[in-house]
């Protein structure tokens, strides 16, 4: 099974302020989509209460928290990525996304195979930021870029880090 990141930074590695995104990209939320698509999602805790305590229609949702009796609706609930990870494989997950948030993403740099990163054109500080991860130990190729425009606020790039 390939372990995988996917997040969307500012060009200062910002992710989030105050539990929430800070850009709307509808284009990107819809490669977001269209990439984790089927698959089994892990997301923290906060992550998830950031999302309305919904998970996202046609994906597995696996949510990574210290409390004992979190109810999650149909989200399965476990208390470490690891064991995140074990029940994607479980499920027969050929490939599954960590979708952040700041605590689970630092958890998941050591675990990734693949890093789906979308660096946006903003740098606004924030509370929250993606972890620093060795590139050296990636193949980096360009996914998809988009300009700014009528439905996106700021510019955006989709990259794909292969681990060597």
Not at 5 to 14: F, K, L, S, W
Not at 56 to 80: E, H, K, M
Not at 100 to 114: C, T
Request: charge should be negative; include cysteine; hydrophobic fraction near 35%.
């Amino acid at each position: 099974m390939i372990i995988s990141m996917i997040a969307a930074m500012g060009e200062n590695r910002v992710i989030g302020a105050d539990n929430q995104m800070m850009w709307h990209l509808p284009k990107e939320y819809k490669y977001f989509k269209n990439t984790t698509m089927d698959h089994c999602i892990i997301m923290g805790r906060k992550n998830f209460e950031a999302m309305g305590k919904k998970p996202l229609p046609g994906r597995t949702t696996i949510i990574v928290t210290r409390q004992d009796d979190y109810d999650a609706g149909v989200c399965q609930v476990v208390n470490s990525l690891e064991a995140a990870i074990e029940a994607a494989r479980e499920k027969g997950e050929t490939e599954v996304f960590i979708c952040g948030g700041g605590q689970i993403y630092e958890l998941g740099v050591p675990h990734s195979d693949r890093i789906y990163l979308t660096v946006v054109d903003f740098s606004k500080e924030g509370d929250v930021y993606f972890p620093e991860f060795d590139e050296s130990k990636y193949e980096k190729e360009t996914l998809h870029h988009e300009e700014v425009g009528e439905r996106n606020a700021f510019a955006w790039t989709a990259y794909l880090y292969t681990k060597k």
